[in-house]
C-alpha cells in the first residue's frame, strides 16, 4: 500500500497489484464525511453559533467572602451567585461538614448591587447581624455583618 499526497483528495490511497500497475481506490463515505468535518471545523461559525459564556460578570473582580471567625474553620469565598452553603457532598457549591450544618443550609444570591442569603429551611438556623431568619426567609447582606451557619460565625465582607 502506498500513500499519496494527492493535493485535491489527501485521504485516497493507491494500491499497487502483482503485476505492478496501480489501481485507485474510492473514498468511503466515511473518509468523505471526516473531510467535509474536518473542513467545518477549520473555518470558524459564523457568529451567531458562539457560546456565550454565563458566568462571567463585569463584577468579577469584586469578590465576596464569609471570614470564619473560628481558627480551626476555613473562610469561605463567594466567586458566583445563586452559591449554596451546606454539608451534601455533591450538591452543595460549599461543603460545610458539620453535625450542627444541614444538607442544603443557606443561599447566597446577587440581585443587581445586593447580597442576600436565605435560609433554605435548615435544622439549626441562620442568622443575620443578630437576627435569625425563619425557615426559607431572606435577608440583606451588608458588609460587616455577622452571619451564623448554626454555631458557626463568620463576618461578611
Known amino acids: 500500500i502506498k500513500n499519496t499526497r494527492d493535493e485535491e483528495d ?20 466515511t473518509e468523505s464525511s471526516l ?41 469561605i469565598e463567594i466567586p458566583y451567585y445563586p452559591f449554596v452553603i451546606g454539608k451534601h457532598k455533591e450538591l452543595a457549591d460549599y461543603v460545610l461538614d458539620y453535625k450542627t450544618v444541614s444538607r442544603f443550609h443557606l443561599r447566597l444570591d446577587r440581585t443587581e448591587d445586593k447580597i442576600t442569603v436565605t435560609d433554605l429551611n435548615s435544622t ?20 460587616g455583618d455577622e452571619v451564623r451557619i448554626a454555631d458557626l460565625r463568620f463576618v461578611w465582607k
Open 124 to 143: 439549626n438556623g441562620t442568622t443575620v447581624a443578630g437576627v435569625l431568619l425563619a425557615a426559607n426567609e431572606t435577608a440583606e447582606l451588608n458588609p
Open 35 to 75: 473531510r467535509t468535518n474536518a473542513a467545518s471545523i477549520a473555518s470558524p461559525p459564523p457568529e451567531d453559533f458562539q457560546t456565550t459564556v454565563l458566568s462571567v460578570h463585569p463584577e468579577a473582580e469584586e469578590c465576596h467572602c464569609l471570614t470564619a471567625l473560628h481558627p480551626e474553620i476555613s473562610s
Open 10 to 29: 489527501p485521504w485516497r490511497i493507491l494500491y499497487e497489484d502483482e503485476e505492478g500497475a496501480e489501481e485507485e481506490i474510492e473514498t468511503s463515505s
